[in-house]
């Protein structure tokens, strides 16, 4: 009987809800999940993406991306393969369900980093995530944020900044996100994504309590 009960106490639950990371380009959700990664290396895996474009010198099929056909993508959406997608440059990419349960497998909790496209794609599903919305402190801010980074061009800002508007509304509507952090100070801003994990996503230890009498319960513990 004691054995069981110690068993019990040292159970933990995890639910492998997997997690949604999304915000305007710039946000700085990069920045927050390498850090998130830094500190739980063990807890948190990335899905393999699909894409239909070429594989770039040194990207490896089933690591950086599972490489495929416009037809091969196209038919498995159709038939519900997918929870979201979407094409760029005319070139399609998505997020699979097998991918995603893949993760779940190692016995990890699934990281998405998409856009309001595809948050809007997988509520229609039955994936269920925790949604968390980053936004950045202001407009100007994420532009200057962008400049630093020197990855865009004038055209490709331009039109990073007019998603963001967009995205910025969509976020900030009530219901859409479980939490929104607004990455102002990045420390701050971290603390409330851990905060929100620690309070959410982390497992949760049942401790047995013993009646007497040899009844016993357990109860949930953070
Ligand atoms: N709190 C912060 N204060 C100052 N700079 C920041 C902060 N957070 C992120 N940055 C910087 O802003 C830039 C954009 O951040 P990051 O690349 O993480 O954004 P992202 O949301 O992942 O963008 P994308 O969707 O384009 O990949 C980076 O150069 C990063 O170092």
């Given at each position: 009987?004691?054995?069981?009960?110690?068993?019990?106490?040292?159970?933990?639950?995890?639910?492998?809800?997997?997690?949604?990371?999304?915000?305007?380009?710039?946000?700085?959700?990069?920045?927050?999940?390498?850090?998130?990664?830094?500190?739980?290396?063990?807890?948190?895996?990335?899905?393999?993406?699909?894409?239909?474009?070429k594989?770039?010198?040194?990207?490896?099929?089933?690591?950086?991306?599972?490489?495929?056909?416009?037809?091969?993508?196209?038919?498995?959406?159709?038939?519900?393969?997918?929870?979201?997608?979407?094409?760029?440059?005319?070139?399609?990419?998505?997020?699979?369900?097998?991918?995603?349960?893949?993760?779940?497998?190692?016995?990890?909790?699934?990281?998405?980093?998409?856009?309001t496209?595809?948050?809007?794609?997988?509520?229609?599903?039955?994936l269920?995530?925790?949604?968390?919305?980053?936004?950045?402190?202001?407009?100007?801010?994420?532009?200057?944020?962008?400049?630093?980074?020197?990855?865009?061009?004038?055209?490709?800002?331009?039109?990073?900044?007019?998603?963001?508007?967009?995205?910025?509304?969509?976020?900030?509507?009530?219901?859409n996100?479980?939490?929104?952090?607004t990455?102002?100070?990045?420390?701050e801003?971290?603390?409330?994504?851990?905060?929100?994990?620690?309070?959410?996503?982390?497992?949760?230890?049942?401790?047995?309590v013993?009646?007497?009498?040899?009844?016993?319960?357990?109860?949930t513990?953070?």
């Amino acid at each position: 009987m004691t054995s069981v009960l110690r068993h019990l106490s040292q159970m933990a639950l995890k639910s492998l809800r997997p997690i949604v990371l999304c915000g305007p380009s710039g946000s700085g959700k990069s920045t927050l999940l390498q850090r998130m990664m830094r500190e739980y290396p063990d807890t948190f895996g990335f899905s393999v993406s699909h894409t239909t474009r070429k594989p770039r010198p040194g990207e490896v099929d089933g690591v950086h991306y599972h490489f495929t056909t416009k037809d091969q993508m196209l038919e498995a959406i159709r038939a519900g393969r997918f929870l979201e997608h979407a094409t760029f440059s005319g070139n399609t990419y998505g997020t699979s369900k097998a991918a995603v349960e893949d993760v779940k497998k190692a016995g990890k909790i699934c990281v998405l980093d998409i856009d309001t496209q595809g948050v809007k794609q997988v509520k229609q599903t039955d994936l269920n995530p925790w949604l968390i919305f980053i936004e950045p402190p202001s407009l100007e801010v994420l532009e200057a944020r962008l400049r630093a980074r020197k990855t865009e061009t004038e055209d490709s800002l331009a039109q990073r900044l007019n998603v963001a508007r967009e995205e910025m509304e969509y976020g900030k509507t009530s219901g859409n996100f479980h939490v929104i952090i607004t990455n102002d100070d990045l420390d701050e801003a971290y603390d409330k994504l851990k905060k929100f994990l620690e309070e959410n996503v982390f497992e949760k230890k049942y401790r047995t309590v013993l009646y007497p009498g040899g009844r016993f319960y357990s109860k949930t513990v953070r």
